[in-house]
């Protein structure tokens, strides 16, 4: 089992960076495909990125390529999302999942997917 808490979110102005972390505590952080979720009050549920155990596969939604990126760092159980150029649009609440696997190298796209969340943490962007 893992657990999962996300920080660094918060209020900046459009065009500015926010750096998510999500750290994990339990056991063989390795073992897990990691993904960033947000969801925006009347909007889906939607996976922002998502990165393979060994952090060789990574994956963005195309309004965030460019300009989001996702690492990780296994030694610290710790995942990333960089947060460059934000937009008004990326204002919601993002959230870090995890989900076991064999795999190296599989990501996973959907919510349905995941086994572990994160409570949260919340991006405002201002215009």
């Known amino acids: 089992q893992v657990q999962l808490v996300e920080s660094g979110g918060g209020l900046v102005q459009a065009g500015g960076s926010l750096r998510l972390t999500c750290a994990a505590s339990?056991?063989?952080?390795?073992?897990?495909?990691m993904g960033w979720f947000r969801q925006a009050p009347g909007k889906e549920h939607e996976c922002v990125s998502r990165i393979s155990r060994n952090g060789g596969n990574t994956y963005y939604t195309n309004s965030v390529k460019g300009r989001f990126t996702i690492s990780r760092d296994n030694a610290k159980n710790t995942v990333y999302l960089q947060m460059n150029s934000l937009k008004p649009e990326d204002t919601a609440f993002y959230y870090c999942?995890?989900?076991?696997?064999?795999?190296?190298?599989?990501?996973?796209?959907?919510?349905?997917?995941?086994?572990?969340w994160g409570q949260g943490t919340q991006v405002t962007v201002s215009s």
């Open positions: 999942a995890a989900r076991a696997t064999p795999s190296d190298t599989n990501t996973f796209l959907r919510s349905s997917d995941y086994d572990y």
């Open positions: 339990g056991r063989a952080f390795n073992m897990y495909a």
